[in-house]
């Protein structure tokens, strides 16, 4: 069975940093790009970029480019999303997914993300 | 950029539902996925490539179109289909966009 587990929850300062995971099981976790998507409160999906587990080489969303580093491990095969410097405005829950364009797709189950002073 | 109509949408169980998304350039090879987003759960892919269900869904769910309009119908609502459905375009190169979603509500 393919699973994406992300960890648990998280409440950060302003200015603190913070590293979230993505552990997959059960299919071949070199073969897809892990995907990350971000959604605010009560807003939509947002498509952050995606790792490349093989050699961790990402690509990004302008709109975070810089903000936000993606990463894969892939002994452990585990993807990581961090920031170095959080903001109040990257509350948010985050997903990490295989979006493969085809008939393969699957999930985590979200990280909530809480930056509060 | 996917601009989905309307933006929410009241019917009521049993009747049809249709969702519109529009990119604002041609999507290429037609990579064009709709998925279904309830509180508390992960997105649900139900359509890729613009019109292949997804396993596991439903055959009241039906995806069409090509090129800059999309469509996904919901033939007969049941009371579980009521939830968010986002379209997402993943054509030639990155970044790949959501559309901002359609929120389909009991009237």
């Known amino acids: 069975e393919v699973q994406l587990v992300q960890s648990e929850p998280e409440v950060k300062k302003p200015g603190e940093s913070l590293r979230i995971s993505c552990k997959g099981s059960?299919?071949?976790?070199?073969?897809?790009?892990i995907t990350w998507v971000r959604q605010m409160p009560g807003k939509g999906l947002e498509w952050m970029g995606r790792?490349?587990?093989?050699?961790?080489?990402?690509t990004y969303n302008p709109s975070f480019q810089g903000h936000v580093t993606m990463s894969a491990d892939r002994s452990i095969t585990t993807s990581y999303l961090q920031w170095s410097s959080l903001k109040a405005s990257d509350t948010a829950i985050y997903y990490c997914?295989?979006?493969?364009?085809?008939?393969?797709?699957?999930w985590g189950q979200g990280t909530l993300v809480t930056v509060s002073s | 950029v996917l601009t989905q109509s309307p933006g929410t949408l009241s019917l009521s169980p049993g009747e049809r539902a249709t969702l519109s998304c529009r990119a604002s350039?041609?999507?290429?090879?037609?990579?064009l996925a709709w998925y279904q987003h309830k509180p508390g759960q992960a997105p649900r892919l139900l359509i890729y490539?613009?019109?292949s269900r997804a396993t596991g869904i439903p055959d009241t769910f039906s995806g069409s179109g090509s090129g800059t309009d999309f469509t996904l119908t919901i033939s007969r609502l049941e009371p579980e289909d009521f939830a968010v459905y986002y379209c997402?375009?993943?054509?030639?190169?990155?970044?790949?966009?959501f559309g901002q979603g359609t929120k389909l509500e009991i009237k």
């Open positions: 997402h375009q993943y054509g030639s190169s990155p970044p790949y966009t």
């Open positions: 059960g299919y071949s976790f070199t073969n897809y790009w």
């Open positions: 490539g613009a019109s």
């Open positions: 997914a295989i979006v493969s364009g085809y008939n393969f797709d699957y």
């Open positions: 350039q041609s999507v290429s090879n037609n990579y």
């Open positions: 790792v490349d587990p093989p050699d961790s080489s990402a």
